[in-house]
């Protein structure tokens, strides 16, 4: 989520307060004996850093923060047990691995030195990132604790959104498009199934009574607010994002004053070679990348200049000097993309 | 007696005039099942390219809809030259079966081959199967033939009887993905455990790989005399890159043996002056 986020009605975490209760009891464990290594997983602006935050103002001194920046190499691994802190908080884990030959040594030592140590280690990963070290390397054995910041549902989103304003700041502009079809709403359901150990998130359809009942005869009629039409249609632009969805709000709204039309969703055609999508794969699972390290993934035989060139002039791709990351707005396109292409596992 | 009851039935038969209306109408039928079977495999083969994931899900119930499409004409032209009862359609299909045993056997073998592989799937349109000793991709089932397109680009029509006289194999079975096994040969002096670690990373960072509890990965390491085998055996996420796939990792991995001091076998004799190798059909190869 945005690193701004100042939330007026005093609840830092809304949204978050399970994912937050779980790792408090994990680091409350911490000491038994039993090894307690927490591993946060969320996509791209999926609410990681609000997390973060929150458990550095809760457990202040008693953690060591080390956020990674950046591509790191082995001799770069800072010697853990010259820490004098019991919680070691690593940002940013994405930046331990990088998909090449050679690419592993730096994630082997610091998992040797996770499991050799007698500290609480919590991390955070980005999902793409994190997948892949599941299923490549099982990363999942070394983390007893694995909170999985799932996407967001439009009455949660819309506490985050409205939290950070004053009760009344905001004008919902009604232009009459409300009455517009808002039959159902789409919902991700955490499910634990049998036989898995995660949970998994699951799109479902929820149906909305309220607005079938305004459907009814005009005396049966029930008002249907303004302000939940917006809401729904930032989440489904977002698709669930929050960081997404604040980003969308704020570029929505006009001198605290926000309309339906206003809300507008940036289309995207996606046509990409094996080349493309695997360094777009990449980008996302890093969130970003310098060029150079791109170049050492992409190898001698493909042409990386042009396959950032590309990517960049179809948007999916932004230049940030020499950095490149996925843009918010495109996040939700390109991972549709790149699982309907069998590059996001 | 029996001539006696073919010739009651075949007076009874009510055999349509043979004009040219009916011609016209019978080949306006053939023409229609033809154009409307081409029509659906072109549509459902177009929706399956963009359906990405699913790709194989759509395409294998094509020769199921041909089927239906050419009985549905068969009926048509059935009843627009006779109108046949019970009795007449044995006595008919009597006829029938002596048609097929004489002249059009294979004809009708393979049909009945097409109807089989369609029930009983041992291979679906965009799988890559080897039947009897040709290698390729299904592009398409039809009544008649199945064609596969090679590695070469070539396309081989395989008559449909072909499944009942050779065994087929399929290498996905209906999945997009499809496991590919990647042989590099070291010499027996070099450094075995790292050349497996370069392989298995080789593998696991290829552009085309897939990996999950349903597709797993392993790297292998087998000793011959004159050099060792290491193994990978991995998925590709879409088997019609299968060659591209195999030729990325052994590239990449063959580059990073070099850097390391792994190298190639250097001399293995003739099979035949091996006591034991001639037994190992991977001697050969080299």
């Known amino acids: 989520m945005a690193d701004d986020q100042t939330a007026v009605s005093g609840n830092p975490v809304i949204g978050l307060e399970k994912e937050l209760q779980q790792i408090t009891e994990a680091i409350g464990r911490f000491g038994s004996g039993v090894p307690e290594h927490i591993a946060i997983v969320a996509e791209p602006l999926g609410g990681r850093t609000t997390l973060v935050s929150e458990i550095r103002r809760r457990h202040g001194e008693k953690v060591h923060y080390l956020p990674l920046e950046f591509v790191i190499s082995p001799s770069h691994l800072p010697d853990f047990s010259s820490i004098p802190e019991e919680i070691i908080l690593i940002d940013n884990c994405r930046f331990l691995a990088t998909r090449m030959i050679g690419g592993f040594d730096v994630l082997d030592a610091f998992l040797h030195a996770q499991i050799s140590s007698k500290k609480l280690f919590i991390t955070t990963w980005n999902a793409f990132s994190w997948q892949y070290l599941s299923a490549v390397m099982n990363i999942d054995a070394y983390f007893p604790t694995i909170i999985t910041i799932g996407r967001m549902d439009t009455p949660v989103l819309k506490q985050v959104i409205l939290s950070r304003h004053r009760p009344g700041e905001i004008r919902f502009l009604d232009e009459g498009a409300a009455e517009r079809s808002m039959f159902y709403s789409l919902i991700h359901k955490k499910v634990h199934l049998p036989l898995m150990a995660n949970e998994i998130f699951i799109p479902w359809i929820k149906l909305n009574f309220t607005v079938m009942l305004r459907r009814l005869p005009r005396k049966k009629r029930i008002q249907v607010s303004i302000e939940d039409v917006i809401f729904e249609k930032i989440n489904r632009i977002a698709r669930g994002n929050p960081g997404v969805a604040i980003l969308l709000w704020e570029s929505s709204l006009k001198e605290h004053t926000i309309s339906l039309a206003a809300i507008t969703e940036t289309p995207y055609t996606i046509d990409l070679d094996t080349n493309e999508s695997f360094i777009l794969t990449i980008i996302l699972s890093m969130k970003s990348l310098h060029e150079k390290d791109l170049a050492a993934i992409a190898g001698s035989e493909m042409n990386i200049r042009r396959v950032l060139y590309r990517l960049v002039q179809q948007g999916l791709v932004r230049d940030e000097a020499g950095y490149y990351s996925v843009p918010p707005f495109a996040l939700g396109p390109v991972i549709e993309y790149l699982k309907k292409t069998r590059r996001l596992w | ?286």
């Open chain 2, 1 to 286: 007696m029996a001539d006696a009851l073919l010739s009651n039935v075949t007076a009874e038969l009510p055999i349509r005039t043979i004009d040219a209306n009916l011609i016209l109408y019978i080949i306006f039928i053939i023409v229609v099942a033809y154009v409307l079977t081409w029509l659906l495999s072109f549509i459902l083969v177009h929706v399956s390219e963009r359906i990405g994931w699913y790709r194989t899900s759509v395409t294998m119930i094509i020769p199921l809809l041909k089927l239906l499409v050419y009985l549905v004409a068969l009926y048509y032209i059935i009843i627009a030259v006779i109108e046949p009862s019970l009795t007449q359609m044995i006595a008919f299909s009597g006829l029938f079966g002596a048609a097929i045993g004489f002249g059009l056997k294979d004809l009708f073998a393979d049909i009945v081959g097409g109807i089989v592989i369609i029930f009983e799937k041992p291979y679906q349109i965009g799988d890559k199967v080897t039947i009897g000793d040709r290698y390729g991709e299904v592009k398409d089932i039809g009544i008649r033939a199945t064609r596969i397109q090679t590695p070469a680009d070539e396309t081989v029509s395989v008559p449909n009887f072909t499944i009942f006289a050779q065994p087929v194999t399929s290498g996905n079975t209906g999945d997009l993905a499809m496991m590919i096994v990647i042989d590099l040969y070291i010499h027996p002096d070099s450094d075995a455990e790292k050349a497996m670690k370069i392989l298995k990373e080789a593998l696991v960072t290829s552009k085309y790989v897939i990996i999950s509890k349903r597709y797993p990965y392993t790297v292998l390491l087998e000793d011959f005399p004159f050099y060792q085998r290491v193994r990978a055996k991995g998925y590709v996420n879409d088997l019609r890159l299968e060659f591209e796939f195999k030729s990325e990792v052994t590239r990449r991995a063959w580059a990073e043996f070099r850097k390391a001091g792994i190298r190639p076998p250097s001399f293995v004799p003739p099979a035949g002056q091996i006591s034991g190798a001639s037994e190992d059909p991977d001697a050969e190869l080299l």
